[in-house]
């Protein structure tokens, strides 16, 4: 097991260490070795999909990006200050442009089981340039907006996911923040990463949808019957603070914008202040 992940485990509650937890843990690793071989192939469409997410590569240096989570928080954003800006969303931030008309420049969601495997359809048709799980990958078109990275199953912080698949984190927030700095984002601010759930269940356990509940920016994000996921939201903490010393060590800026967000690993910023002329009007 890498260094990482025993670093990663020895933060987790005692309640939180659970057989299930382990079983799966193990099971995902034996799983992965195949996906791996084909990662790292010469396959045909192994080299066009490793090309086609090179041309991202510092494609945006020195620029600042906005990371578009999904929590109730985005309610109190003016989504028309991000028109002319850079943006990475996250999982289903597409519902947003029936809210509000925005549609963010990129899209990343790795999630299979909570995410891509309950909303194909939604993601398979999108247009904007998306980043996937390349473990899904077989369930979609292959257009040439869809791209699909590899995970590692540490989570060391990637600065070439192209090569090295990204460090997994407990979250999509962790994955984009790799792939902003990958494209060379020299600021990157996040909103709409409330870090909380309404949830007393153990992390990682599964939870049927009732459709009411109120974790993300819209109502009905899960249909009755879905299922979605405990956050451990303690390992995501770690793998923010390596993303944090990522950024900070190259130099760039990476801070939290999110309003009333309950996220303490990065320093805070006023989302309104980063638009000085809406605030000279």
């Known amino acids: 097991m890498a260094l990482g992940n025993i670093k990663r485990l020895l933060t987790l509650k005692r309640s939180d260490v659970t057989l299930s937890r382990i079983s799966k843990a193990i099971w995902r690793r034996i799983a992965d070795i195949p996906q791996k071989v084909i990662w790292a192939a010469p396959f045909p469409f192994t080299k066009a999909n490793r090309s086609g997410i090179e041309q991202f590569k ?12 999904n929590g109730p928080s985005l309610k109190h954003i003016d989504f028309s200050l991000l028109k002319n800006e850079y943006t990475i969303g996250l999982n289903r931030i597409y519902l947003m442009e029936k809210e509000t008309g925005f549609s963010p420049t990129y899209l990343a969601c790795i999630d299979i089981e909570a995410q891509l495997s309950q ?9 904007l340039p998306c980043f996937f799980n390349w473990d899904y990958r ?11 990275i590899k995970d590692k199953l540490t989570p060391e912080f990637s600065t070439n996911i192209a090569r090295q698949g990204y460090g997994t984190g407990q ?14 984002f020299n600021e990157l601010y996040i909103i709409g990463k409330d ?13 049927k949808s009732t459709g009411k509940e109120d974790n993300h920016f819209i109502k009905g994000y899960y249909k009755p019957g879905m299922t ?34 309950n996220l303490q690993i990065f320093e805070k910023i006023d989302f309104y202040s980063l638009f000085p002329s809406r605030n000279k009007g």
């Open 138 to 148: 077989h369930k979609f078109s292959k257009r040439k907006n869809q791209h699909f």
């Open 119 to 127: 909303f194909i359809d939604d993601y398979d048709n999108l247009q």
């Open 195 to 207: 870090h909380s759930y309404n949830t007393n269940a153990k992390s990682g356990a599964t939870i």
């Open 58 to 69: 510092n494609i945006h240096a020195g620029k600042r990006c906005f990371l578009i989570a």
């Open 171 to 184: 979250s999509v927030t962790y994955m984009a923040m790799q792939l902003a700095f990958y494209m060379g």
């Open 228 to 261: 979605w996921f405990a956050p451990d939201l303690q390992s995501e903490e770690f793998a923010y603070k390596l993303s944090r010393k990522a950024f900070e060590q190259d130099g760039r800026i990476i801070k939290d914008a999110t309003i009333g967000g």
